[in-house]
């Protein structure tokens, strides 16, 4: 009897031990996925396009004209899949660096795109609980963009600039903007394609 007591124990204090185990790995595991691999602080804030959690400082995503993209604005701690009442900003602005800068017209005056803070107003972004929606018609492009910024001049683009030109960041950011993502974007015909890389935003 005691024999089997002590065996009992033991297979006890196994289980326990690897119960332990994975409560650790577990632990682990969540801030790996929260810290980018511990490669930055801790984000309780992130952003998800696709089904792919975006957690980079800087990314960048091709998107599919005359189609309508989900980003899901989410908080780690919040409960309900809408990601809570926190709240977060929005916004588009230029991605401009050599490869990407350029000179534009409107009537007789010429611009740097460089010098544009804001593109927000050229985009159909719709603010929802807990998510985004931005709305790419198929006609979008660069002198679409301007010719909303601009209204009633006419606008004239270098034919050079084209929709596969990552020219447009979206700024995503908490409610207290603690945590910002700069989400660089092009355009095309087609499936929708998430690729995290830090070369193409230029802040």
Known sequence: MRAKNE?????SKVIAFVLILLLIAGVVGFFVVYTNGFTSDFRSFYVEYGGEKILRD?????????KQHR????????????????GYNVSVIPNADGDTDFEFTVGKNVYSYSALEDLTPAFDIERNDGYFILALPSDFGMQSVLCALFPGETVSVPSEVTV???????VVSSYNERTVYYISFNCFFGIASLRMSEERVII
């Open 164 to 170: 596969e030109g990552y020219y447009y960041t979206l």
């Open 58 to 66: 800087k990314t960048s995503v091709s998107l599919q004209l005359d």
């Open 7 to 11: 065996t009992i124990t033991v297979i």
């Open 71 to 86: 980003f899901d604005c989410r908080y780690v701690f919040a409960s309900g899949q809408d990601g809570g009442d926190y």
